[in-house]
């Protein structure tokens, strides 16, 4: 069974860092992309972040980059968000998701997420 | 404000068919293929529908989805109470470096 867990959330003051994980397992996770999405209380989805499946291609949304980055790490079938400079607006469940393609995706390309992970939890507040 | 555009809410009864609007542009739903996400309460997002009109295993046929132009939509028939839930329309968008969109959900209640 595929599996995602997301760790790491917790409550932060603004302009402080926290780094999150996902673990995986139940499948070949160098096989596939993988992502971050977020969803703020209440509110809707975000993407926030992709990455390859060999971390050759990366990409961010607006509102992160330059303050978020995306890894992971195959041996240990895990994957990371550091978030620096942490802004109350970045308060949201974040959720692992992972693709059906080795790439984020491209014009033309078919991706999807599935499945996703149960969340982990970020507050951003002083 | 979210780059895909979706009713913020939709209501049905029992066995009625409902459908549910997503609106882009061309840099997404125009030239890339519409994906739907199912979040039933407190639960994480679930795929629903892939590639504008594929249901995966385990989804029922009373979901369907289509896409035309640079809008999609996704069709529930013979509603059930529990399709109570949100639902997110999403798709690559190739402007700037690309990114994913997603529609802003849409709340669909079964009276």
């Known amino acids: 069974e595929v599996q995602l867990v997301e760790s790491g959330g917790g409550l932060v003051q603004p302009g402080r860092s926290l780094r999150l994980s996902c673990a995986a397992s139940?499948?070949?996770?160098?096989?596939?992309?993988m992502h971050w999405v977020r969803q703020a209380p209440g509110k809707g989805l975000e993407w926030v972040s992709g990455?390859?499946?060999?971390?050759?291609?990366?990409g961010y949304a607006d509102s992160v980059k330059g303050r978020f980055t995306i890894s992971r790490d195959n041996a240990k079938n895990s994957l990371y968000l550091q978030m620096n400079s942490l802004r109350a607006e970045d308060t949201a469940l974040y959720y692992c998701?992972?693709?059906?393609?080795?790439?984020?995706?491209?014009?033309?390309?078919?991706?999807?997420?599935?499945?996703w992970g149960q969340g982990t939890l970020v507050t951003v507040s002083s | 404000q979210s780059v895909l555009t979706q009713p913020p809410s939709a209501s049905g009864t029992p066995g009625q068919r409902v459908t549910i609007s997503c609106s882009g542009s061309?840099?997404?739903?125009?030239?890339?293929?519409v994906n739907w996400y199912q979040q039933l309460p407190g639960t994480a997002p679930k795929l629903l529908i892939y590639?504008?009109?594929q249901r995966p295993s385990g989804v029922p046929d009373r979901f369907s989805g289509s896409k035309s132009g640079t809008s999609a939509s996704l069709a529930i028939s013979g509603l059930q109470s529990e399709d109570e839930a949100d639902y997110y329309c999403?798709?690559?968008?190739?402007?700037?470096?690309?990114?994913?969109?997603f529609g802003g959900g849409t709340k669909l209640t079964v009276l």
């Open positions: 998701a992972k693709d059906i393609s080795p790439i984020i995706a491209a014009a033309g390309t078919e991706n999807w997420f599935d499945p």
């Open positions: 139940g499948f070949t996770f160098d096989d596939y992309a």
């Open positions: 990455i390859s499946w060999n971390s050759g291609s990366i």
């Open positions: 061309s840099s997404n739903i125009g030239s890339n293929t």
């Open positions: 590639s504008n009109n």
């Open positions: 999403a798709a690559w968008d190739d402007s700037l470096n690309g990114h994913w969109v």
